[in-house]
């Protein structure tokens, strides 16, 4: 089981950036596939990003294509979310997520065993 702290939300204007980071530990970072999913109050647990155990295969939701970019740093055991252009609709707490091994499913949050704790984003208008 790996642990998961994820980190770096905060309150941002609508256009702004903000950069999330997800620091993991516990077994070898290198051989989990990561994700981010996000939920909004009143709302479902959402897809965002995902990226395989090597950093070779990335996905994005469609609501985040071309304003959101995935990262890992394997040295370092981090995954990373840059977060630009956002938006009031991008509020919600904002979760990292691991699974050992790649999956078909990287959309579905059950697809993961392991979660952080969250870090609110919250955009102003």
């Known amino acids: 089981q790996v642990q998961l702290v994820d980190a770096g939300g905060g309150q941002v204007q609508a256009g702004g950036s903000l950069r999330l980071s997800c620091a993991a530990s516990?077994?070898?970072?290198?051989?989990?596939?990561m994700g981010w999913f996000r939920q909004a109050p009143g709302k479902e647990r959402e897809f965002v990003a995902a990226?395989?155990?090597?950093?070779?295969?990335?996905y994005y939701a469609d609501s985040v294509k071309g304003r959101f970019t995935i990262s890992r740093d394997n040295a370092k055991n981090t995954m990373y979310l840059q977060m630009n252009s956002l938006n009031p609709e991008d509020t919600a707490v904002y979760y990292c997520?691991?699974?050992?091994?790649?999956?078909?499913?990287?959309?579905?949050?059950?697809?993961?065993?392991?979660w952080g704790r969250g870090t609110q984003v919250t955009v102003s208008s």
């Open positions: 997520a691991a699974r050992y091994g790649r999956t078909e499913y990287y959309y579905h949050d059950a697809a993961y065993s392991d």
């Open positions: 516990g077994p070898p970072f290198n051989n989990y596939f």
């Open positions: 990226i395989s155990a090597g950093g070779g295969s990335i």
